[in-house]
């Protein structure tokens, strides 16, 4: 063999090392792969369906963001969540929280178009389960947010709506007399976060002596929850105290009770510590409320489903916590 070939064999045996060598100063795609997932680890990875293009998930909410600002919150999560994530977050509502047809409706339409995930905040879970297994049986991965469902290994992700009604029951306890008369504005009773924010709430009112005169259910809407008060002072007129279980009903129990002449003598507390219950406790038309993390119920929503869509496991239960709000700490949730 003469120098000229053999300095050309050496030459391209060097250059196949060098290919080779993990301390080579080229990264391979597996290389930008291990550390892509390195980076992610902290975090759910950007994800795109097998086609390449990016995952589509549903946010699904029992009432419109633009009538409520505690589904304004839980959009606003959802859609930070999405644009951090690099996925397409689609956020609808029925007309209203007990507009059960139009959310089957809506659910119905995300299996037929393939969308990846479903974040969904039940109006009535019994009435959506069967359509939640439809998705489910579809590949479609499924959370829910605000209100647990009844599909059983559907991850929920909420307060701990009981615990929390129990805190507003002890704000009762502790501001109106032993014996004192007061009474529980409802939600939607059929829906889980309605029985346990009542369950909650007159537990904790029972066993510490308050005399529980009426639970009128008002669906979480202010004009119902109005009217609902203004029929129980009509057969209360003595009332100490009242349950809101959420803000838009605590707030029309507050306006009921102005037009009855009685703002200061009735304790009310609501739930939701949304910004205009917030200004109703500073303004002292309101006396308590309590706090949800609602822009975590949409943001932990979106980010979870990615990790059900990446192949990743999740907790049953995801615990978004609560506090009371007073004139105290009012000021951090306007």
Known sequence: MNGTRMSGLMAAL???????????????????????AGAASAAPAASTAASGAALKIL????????????????????????????????????????????????????????????????????????????????????????????????????TNNEVGAALAGQYLCDNVEKGGKVAILQGIITQSTGQARATGSKAAITKCGLNLV???????????????????????????????????????????IKNAGLTGKIVVVGFDANPDAAAAVLAGDMNATVAQAPVNMGKFGVENLIKLINGETIPEVIDTGTELVTKDNAANYK
Not at 123 to 137: C, E, F, G, K, M
Request: charged letters at 20%.
């Open 14 to 36: 060097v250059i196949a090392i060098a290919a080779c060598s993990p301390g080579g100063a080229s990264s391979s795609p597996a290389a930008a792969s291990a550390s892509a």
């Open 59 to 158: 946010v699904d909410m029992k009432g419109p963001g633009g009538g409520n600002p505690f589904w304004a919150a839980v959009e606003k999560g959802a859609k930070e969540a999405g644009t951090s994530s690099g996925v397409e977050v689609t956020v609808l509502a029925p007309p209203a929280e007990s507009d059960v047809p139009a959310q089957i409706a809506q659910i119905e339409d995300a299996i037929s178009q393939g969308l990846d995930g479903i974040a969904l905040a039940p109006t009535d879970p019994a009435a959506l389960s069967p359509i939640v297994q439809q998705a489910l049986d579809a590949g479609t991965k499924v959370v829910f947010i605000d209100t647990k469902g009844e599909n059983k290994g559907v991850t929920f992700i909420g």
């Open 214 to 256: 009426a639970e009128v259910p008002a669906e979480w809407d202010k004009a119902k929850g109005q009217a609902a008060m203004e029929d129980i002072l009509t057969k209360n007129p003595d009332l100490k105290g009242v349950f809101g279980s959420n803000d838009n009903m605590a707030l029309g129990a507050v306006e009921a």
